[in-house]
């Protein structure tokens, strides 16, 4: 069982930046891809965007391009997102994932979540 944990998460006003980390500690780990999430408060998890492992190519959905920056350390086995020009509507829990082998859609492991608020 590989373990993600998050890390970063605060409270933060509107217009600031946010860095979060999802370490797997103890662990060596070469995942296929790894993504981030976020679930608003009263709201379904929306995919926030992902990264392949290996190559660092990286995918957003058109409603997270411009502010969101997903990118990995492979020697700390780190993944990161960095979020630029925070809004209050990026207020929501965000979640780390990964998705072990390219046959399978489904993301195996995922963390326990980093809370991110932002005031306005």
């Known amino acids: 069982q590989v373990q993600l944990v998050e890390s970063g998460g605060g409270l933060v006003q509107t217009g600031g930046s946010l860095r979060l980390s999802c370490a797997t500690p103890?662990?060596?780990?070469?995942?296929?891809?790894m993504g981030w999430f976020r679930q608003p408060p009263g709201k379904e998890r929306e995919f926030v965007g992902r990264i392949h492992w290996s190559s660092g190519t990286t995918y957003y959905p058109d409603s997270m391009k411009g502010r969101f920056t997903i990118s990995r350390d492979n020697t700390k086995n780190t993944l990161y997102l960095q979020i630029n020009g925070l809004k209050p509507e990026d207020t929501a829990i965000y979640y780390c994932?990964?998705?072990?082998?390219?046959?399978?859609?489904?993301?195996?492991?995922w963390g326990q979540g980093t809370q991110v608020t932002v005031s306005s």
């Open positions: 994932a990964a998705r072990t082998t390219p046959i399978s859609a489904k993301y195996d492991y």
């Open positions: 103890g662990e060596t780990f070469s995942p296929f891809l």
